[in-house]
């Protein structure tokens, strides 16, 4: 799919590619470019690179397995808590029409990084079936991630504080 307004891809394009796991990587990282939202003892919350909508948050597994299958009862426990509260946030943010959640359970579901285990949550609208998304398979974001992460923020670590995760 192509994006007519995204500036961070060009810093991906210029880049060289990240050596190992890129959300394993995530697990240690404290750099602010990593667009990090959220840590907790079993899962993560990040700003997906390439989003297909504003506020395209995905829950990453601290572990490097591959499926909701292989996770435990606790940190299934808490991916419901982090889906609950991130839809939260994605609803007082952004005011949207819907949220999507959901995951590509491996490569056949066309899961982009199938061996470690992330969720996607995005707010959706129900004008963003636009023509350009439908004859053109193109979408147009108008916020950066800097914009995404500065208004998700404060969002989350207000609705996450005192939650235990
Ligand atoms: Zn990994």
Known sequence: ?????????????????????????????VDPEHFILHKSRNWFLVLNRYPYNNGHVLIVLNRHVG??????????????????????????????????????????AGAGIPDHFHVHMLPRWSSDTNFLTVTADTRIIPETLEQSWSNLKPVIDDLLSGSGL
């Open 1 to 29: 799919m192509d994006r007519l307004y995204t500036p961070w891809r060009l810093e991906y394009v210029s880049s060289d590619k990240e050596d190992g796991c890129v959300f394993c990587n995530r697990v240690a990282s």
């Open 67 to 108: 499926s909701l299958v292989d996770c435990s009862e606790e940190e299934a426990a808490d991916l419901a808590k982090l889906m609950r509260f991130t839809e939260m946030a994605l609803r007082k943010i952004y005011n949207p029409d819907g949220v999507n959640c959901g995951y590509n359970g491996g490569a056949g």
